[in-house]
């Protein structure tokens, strides 16, 4: 197994995290206009989303041609309930910055056949011709999008039970109720996330330095789904000192 090490940047706080990853993306778009980006949602990407849309307006960036595919969603609601990834990409980015429409690629929340919308989703990627830029967070307990531990590595997008850390995290959407977040959720797989061109990954904070710890320098291992991302050879780590701190 090819153990590669990630490229990691540590700055001061998570606001030049966010400042930093925005130019990534911004980088990204004006190297390749037609990118395919992968997109996470959380806490920590809402300050990215700010600053890129900043960018975009500073710089005109023209994202007429960018196509995008969010990582995973809840399963079982409505898609336009505001605890929805589409309802939070759209506050976030998509009704600040002028992507058409049939380039933005989310998993139906509401799918009646989930496994055929995860099949269809994988295929748009295919069709896109394949990820150019993934952007991560990563889970307290080393989850990406929410390939939860255990997620093998050969995994597609698919249905999965969340754990209940992972429910309590994604709380804060739902009114603070952890019990309102869905048991189920889609998310695109590990196998495809390591197909991506190039990784980004942000963490910021002391409550993911163990999660950083244990994909840096642990085993590689389903039991960290971020692990796996050592298997890659374009990955950039972007960690405030929180999150850096046992390292
Ligand atoms: C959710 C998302 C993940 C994200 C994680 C971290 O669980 N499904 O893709 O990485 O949140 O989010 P936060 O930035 O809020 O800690």
């Known amino acids: 197994m090819n153990d590669h090490r990630p490229t990691i ?3 001061n706080d998570g606001a030049a995290v966010s400042r930093a990853a ?5 980088d990204q778009i004006r190297a390749d206009p037609g990118s395919a980006l992968l997109l996470p949602t959380g806490q920590t990407m809402l300050d990215v989303y700010a600053d890129l849309v900043a960018i975009v ?3 005109r960036i023209d994202l007429g041609r960018v196509q995008t595919f969010n990582l995973d969603e809840f399963y079982g609601l409505p898609p336009d309930h505001p605890g929805t990834y589409r309802s939070y990409m759209h506050e976030a980015l998509f009704d600040h910055v002028a992507i058409p429409a049939a ?3 989310l998993i139906d929340s509401a799918a009646t056949d989930i496994a055929a919308e995860c099949a269809r989703y994988e295929q748009r990627i295919a069709a896109a011709g394949g990820i150019d830029l993934a952007m991560l967070g990563i889970g307290v307990n080393g989850h990406i999008g929410f390939n939860e531990p255990g997620s093998d ?3 597609r997008t698919r249905l999965i039970t969340l754990r209940d850390s992972s429910r309590a995290a994604n ?3 739902f009114g603070g109720d952890a019990d309102a977040v869905p048991r189920q959720a889609a998310t695109v797989g590990i196998a495809t996330i390591l197909e991506a061109r190039r990784i980004l990954l942000l963490a910021t904070g002391g409550a993911k330095a163990q999660a950083i710890h ?3 320098h642990g085993p590689i291992t389903p039991d960290v789904p971020a692990s796996a991302l050592r298997l890659h050879p ?3 780590v972007l960690l405030d000192r929180a999150a850096a701190s046992l390292i």
Do not use: S
């Not at 925005?22 to 911004?26: D, E, S, W």
């Open 234 to 236: 374009h990955v950039a």
């Open 103 to 105: 380039n933005i690629n």
């Open 57 to 59: 307006r500073a710089e």
């Open 9 to 11: 940047g540590i700055l």
């Open 214 to 216: 244990a994909m840096l």
């Open 22 to 26: 925005a130019a990534a993306l911004a």
């Open 153 to 155: 590595f050969a995994t």
């Open 171 to 173: 709380a804060g959407r």
